[in-house]
């Protein structure tokens, strides 16, 4: 496990494995698949990563910390407009890289996961539902959201919607139907 905050080399091979896993998942990757795209010697990679296991759950602790990062950044008014901007950071990354969430790959591959990197899994989605759902309390509140929606039960249906929506889209090769479906799920929680 990497310990402190990577740098050079490391964050070179954190962000060659984080690619790799959002295209083809945790089963999909290698050391060997890293090591050629960041033009390295596989062997190299286990100066900072000692196993797979530990270059997984670092690439996905990083990510976690990243998206965490960009949600921090979100600066819309209003409830349902900072809905949208969350929205949009998995559209973007449909929409411009053609890849999916991290989170969401992982949660695929979830049963053949080592434990380290289930809870990061985990924890991003905790992060990611606790978000959304002090987002809809606020919009309750502020009376832009509906009162008839359990703010937990709405982020879990909303978060769950659009990392379905993003496989589908992709799948599909339709990113579009992101979108539409993030324009819906906002609309449905709208008062």
Same mark, same amino acid.
């Given at each position: ?32 698949? $890293? ?29 976690? @910390? ?106 599909? @090769? @339709? ?10 799920? $906002? ?5």
């Amino acid at each position: 496990m990497l310990k402190t905050n990577p740098t050079g080399k490391a964050v070179d091979i954190l962000n060659a494995a984080r690619m790799l896993m959002m295209d083809r998942g945790f089963n999909g990757f290698s050391f060997r698949d $890293v090591a050629a795209e960041v033009g390295i010697k596989s062997a190299s990679i286990h100066y900072h990563f000692a196993t797979k296991a530990d270059l997984a759950e670092a690439t996905a602790r990083t990510y976690r @910390q990243d998206f965490e990062e960009a949600v921090a950044h979100i600066e819309a008014t209003s409830a349902p407009e900072r809905m949208r901007a969350y929205g949009a950071l998995f559209v973007t990354t449909l929409r411009d890289q053609d890849r999916l969430c991290l989170g969401g790959v992982l949660a695929a591959d979830v049963a053949s996961l080592p434990e380290q990197v289930r809870a990061e899994v985990r924890q991003f989605f905790a992060e990611q539902t606790d978000w959304v759902e002090s987002t809809v309390r606020e919009g309750q509140k502020s009376g832009e959201l509906r009162q008839d929606l359990d703010a937990a039960t709405y982020a879990k249906m909303f978060v769950s919607s659009l990392e379905g929506a993003m496989m589908v889209s992709r799948g599909l @090769q @339709q990113p579009q139907d992101l979108e539409n479906a993030l324009d819906v799920l $906002v609309q449905l929680s709208l008062a």
